[in-house]
């Protein structure tokens, strides 16, 4: 089993930043990648970014030169750095783990971009 918290969304200004974090515990040398993905009102969940455990990364291209992903392997914690924030990234954004066979979800955390 792996758990997983979301933190830091809120509300920011066209044009701002904000920084969520999740952090994972549990069986964590299961996990082969990490990603964030994003629910709107009305859409489906999409993917923002994933980091597997090589390091390498990917991003929707909506989001790329403005998202970055980057993990903490000593904390235990994925990070999403998001810059030039726009009303369209507001969302439901849900941090995700992936194992062996297995798919874990965080509770989710609430970004709302205003204009």
């Known amino acids: 089993q792996v758990q997983l918290v979301e933190s830091g969304g809120g509300l920011v200004q066209a044009g701002g930043s904000l920084r969520l974090s999740c952090a994972a515990s549990?069986?964590?040398?299961?996990?082969?990648?990490m990603g964030w993905y994003r629910q709107a009102p009305g859409k489906q969940r999409e993917l923002v970014a994933l980091?597997?455990?090589?390091?390498?990364?990917n991003y929707r291209d909506s989001v790329k030169g403005r998202f970055t992903i980057s993990r903490d392997n000593a904390k235990n914690t994925v990070y999403l750095q998001m810059n030039s924030l726009n009303p369209e990234d507001t969302a439901v954004y849900y941090c995700?783990?992936?194992?062996?066979?297995?798919?874990?979800w965080g509770q989710g955390t609430q970004v709302t971009v205003s204009s």
């Open positions: 980091i597997r455990n090589s390091g390498s990364t």
């Open positions: 549990g069986s964590i040398s299961s996990i082969i990648g």
């Open positions: 995700n783990a992936n194992t062996l066979g297995q798919i874990y």
